[in-house]
């Protein structure tokens, strides 16, 4: 079996994405970028790199506050290997120090044979908000917020930014993804922006392949970092 080795040499620049992005909004193509942390890995590696009776010892298995999925939760894990598989670019961790961050995202990778097409920094969700380029290719399309904290931040770029809402969408956990996807399907709008956990992954491949343009933002979303 081939393994799945992540190189910061080959994580895609902010200015790189933000053209990607960019490009796609012009040409209203379909693009996906997603983000794997230690729950996506976890959620990942359900019956395979995590045996199956080991799942419960997982902090946050009962909790979805955590991530969005409780476990076990096999449904959500085949739908977030797919979606990681189809993604434009996932954002993974570097940082080895513990299991469950690269090592396990590596581990997982090569069990599923993932190949990302481009990698980037998970982090990159903290760094989108504070770049004048990305809030000024904002101000030109029509967002989408989902997440608990769409309406706060919905508000704020209106007011701080002049940048145009089409919607905001609440979404606590994996049994609500339907619900959300359906009610996107009901807006106009170019680009969508999402802080659902690991719920975030699936949402933003399935909003792509209707040729929207849509980030896992995360805790990007959160007004701090637009302050």
């Known amino acids: 079996m081939d393994?799945?080795?992540?190189?910061?040499?080959?994580?895609?620049?902010?200015?790189?994405?933000?053209?990607?992005?960019?490009?796609?909004?012009?040409?209203q193509l379909g693009f996906s970028?997603?983000?794997?942390?230690?729950?996506?890995?976890?959620?990942m590696a359900q019956g395979t790199i995590i045996a199956e009776d080991k799942i419960a010892e997982i902090w946050w298995a009962e909790d979805e506050n955590w991530t969005g999925v409780t476990l076990p939760n096999y449904s959500a894990r085949d739908r977030l290997l797919d979606a990681v598989q189809k993604a434009d670019i996932v954002g993974v961790l570097h940082q080895?120090?513990?299991?469950?961050?690269?090592?396990?995202?590596?581990?997982?990778?090569?069990?599923?044979?993932?190949?990302?097409?481009?990698?980037?920094?998970?982090?990159?969700?903290?760094?989108?908000?504070?770049?004048?380029?990305?809030?000024?290719?904002?101000?030109y399309y029509r967002l989408l917020l989902i997440g608990k904290a769409a309406s706060s931040l919905a508000l704020l770029l209106q007011e701080r930014y002049g940048i145009e809402v089409a919607g905001t969408i609440s979404i606590s956990n994996y049994s609500e993804l339907e619900r959300?996807?359906?009610?996107?399907?009901?807006?106009?709008?170019?680009?969508?922006?999402?802080?659902?956990?690991?719920?975030?992954?699936?949402?933003?491949?399935?909003?792509?392949?209707?040729?929207?343009?849509?980030?896992?933002?995360?805790?990007?979303?959160?007004?701090?970092?637009?302050?």
């Open 3 to 27: 393994s799945f080795i992540i190189y910061k040499d080959d994580f895609a620049e902010i200015s790189e994405i933000i053209s990607r992005v960019n490009y796609c909004l012009r040409n």
């Open 33 to 43: 970028l997603v983000r794997v942390g230690d729950a996506e890995n976890q959620v």
């Open 96 to 139: 080895d120090e513990v299991f469950i961050w690269k090592p396990l995202t590596e581990a997982v990778f090569s069990h599923y044979k993932i190949k990302p097409r481009q990698l980037c920094y998970a982090f990159i969700n903290t760094y989108l908000p504070k770049s004048d380029q990305f809030i000024s290719l904002l101000q």
């Open 180 to 227: 959300v996807m359906e009610e996107s399907s009901k807006l106009d709008f170019d680009l969508a922006l999402i802080s659902a956990g690991s719920n975030a992954v699936i949402l933003a491949v399935e909003l792509a392949a209707q040729g929207k343009v849509a980030i896992d933002l995360g805790r990007g979303m959160h007004l701090e970092f637009w302050e």
